[in-house]
């Protein structure tokens, strides 16, 4: 028995060297200390010994799993002090290290073209308002001289919430807003968020973003709407833009117009961009209709003023060349890094 003692110690010890993770420690204790271990094992063959020999080796275990127990808590700690020290280590941190610069994302193409236009009028002396989203049947279509049986109020081409409440189909609403709070001179860009019902396509989306221009003064003509769309026109396109005015119609205006440029890829050559006509479309104008003016208590007879509709959408797309709409509203990434720092990479 006293050779057994001996020789498990031997074991115990040897093996309990060669471990180096807490869960084969765990392990080693309970398989020679646990309730059914190999000491344990040890005390239960006791019964075989001669009476006068019980005590002296029941004394020789005892001593064994003292020695046992100390040697397991010894390793225990310095076990738990090496993985200590190696977790320490690597997560070392040398301070003189100059920080790690986190990515900055870039502003969305549709913010770059609304600021860029947002500066361009405002150094020409406009005015920067806002309206609301949802608006009434008043100020989206009557203030603005669209009777009640004009096809734009058609279900199919508005978003109606109540009978006299929509999602605005035009930022003009904010002009008509304007237009009571204010007294003349007025002169005032409206950039925003409207609603159309209408298929989704590579060209055309439900949602989409306006800018409208106002200017309402004495002695207003075509001549100042034709030199303020120039002006713009070259800010954006380049010194060299041609604008063109073409006969047209909208309710709130009279004269209308709609607007071409110079094709911007061609020169007014002639190429796939323009179909091959020199131009391009980018916005409808006209002079104020006097209906409307009247309408929100400015005299027509003593103020005149001309009005204009950006399509943001569609001056981003040419802009930056971007082929499809959608890409301006999905989110992707990989579409927006290319506009990482406020310009196309």
Not at 170 to 193: L, W, Y
Not at 315 to 343: H, M
């Amino acid at each position: 028995m006293r050779e057994k003692v001996d020789q498990l110690r031997q074991t115990a010890l040897e093996s309990l060297k060669q471990l180096h993770q807490p869960q084969d420690l765990e392990n080693w204790r309970v398989r020679l200390l646990g309730k059914k271990g190999e000491l344990t094992e040890l005390l239960r063959g006791m019964g075989a010994l001669p009476a006068e020999e019980r005590p002296r080796v029941g004394q020789l275990v005892n001593e064994l799993r003292a020695q046992l127990e100390n040697a397991f808590a010894e390793k225990q700690k310095a076990l738990q002090n090496e993985l200590r020290r190696i977790k320490l280590q690597a997560e070392t941190l040398d301070v003189t290290l100059p920080g790690r610069a986190a990515p900055v994302g870039g502003r969305h193409p549709l913010t770059l073209v609304q600021e860029d236009l947002c500066d361009i009028f405002q150094s020409m002396g406009f005015d920067v308002v806002d309206g609301p989203e949802i608006e009434t049947d008043h100020y989206n279509f009557e203030a603005l001289n669209v009777p009640a049986d004009h096809p734009a109020r058609d279900m199919q081409d508005t978003f109606y919430l109540t009978d006299t409440l929509l999602l605005r189909t035009q930022t003009s609403a904010a002009q008509i807003r304007t237009m009571e709070s204010r007294k003349p001179p007025i002169r005032i860009v409206c950039p925003g968020r409207v609603f159309r019902a209408d298929e989704v396509d590579a060209t055309h989306s439900p949602v989409f973003h306006q800018m409208e221009g106002l200017v309402v003064d004495k002695g207003i003509t075509m001549c100042d709407l034709k030199g303020v769309l120039e002006q713009f026109a070259r800010e954006i396109y380049g010194p060299e833009t041609k604008v063109r005015f073409r006969p047209s119609f909208f309710p709130f205006t009279e004269p209308s117009v709609e607007v071409d440029v110079s094709c911007s890829a061609c020169g007014g050559k002639g190429c796939r961009v323009c179909k091959g006509s020199g131009w391009i479309e980018i916005l409808g104008a006209g002079m104020v209709h006097p209906r409307v003016l009247a309408g929100c208590g400015i005299d027509p007879e003593v103020y005149s003023g001309f009005a204009f509709g950006i399509g943001l959408d569609r001056l981003a797309t040419t802009r930056y060349k971007i082929s499809d709409i959608r890409l301006l509203f999905e989110d992707d990434v990989r579409f927006l890094a290319q506009f990482e720092g406020g310009k196309q990479v």
